[in-house]
């Protein structure tokens, strides 16, 4: 194999350690942002395993032909432990920001949408108020005749 197809598959096999780290990273940190039980994180860990597995391996095929040998994988983890190594702390700040903000904007868009579909079913509440108002009176007629009944059938026990 010729230096500079050595020196490509080399650089391009870091790299792809890297993003295969860095993606990694970024879905821990997003699952681990809320409250899962452990079930919940060996899934979430097999997803992303299953969903990272294509592209890395068709950023092999292109850069190496598909040939998988030790120093490929040797590569990708050097990629991914210079990734851990140098950047992990600081991306891990980032994306927590962005998560928070990302978080906070789905958070006013949900009140957003919470009193618009107040307003909007504002009149069908009133209607059924309005009719629902007579059931009511003879709930709470009914509620205080049970009470009178129950009040009388305690005192005839005594």
Known sequence: ???EKQLIVLVSSVA???VAAAFYHFWRVL???GRRNRLWAA???FLVWFLLLPPVFAGLVLVNNGQLRL???LLLLLGAAFYYRFCARWLERFWRGCL???FGVLGWAGRICRRLVAVLF??????AAVLLWPLRLIRRAGAGLAGLAG???NKGKK
């Open 1 to 3: 194999m010729p230096l």
């Open 16 to 18: 792809l350690g890297w």
């Open 31 to 33: 699952t681990r942002s």
């Open 43 to 45: 899934l979430c860990d």
């Open 71 to 73: 120093y490929v994988f």
């Open 100 to 102: 928070s903000g990302l």
């Open 122 to 127: 504002w009149p069908v509440q009133l209607v």
């Open 151 to 153: 009040r009388i059938m």
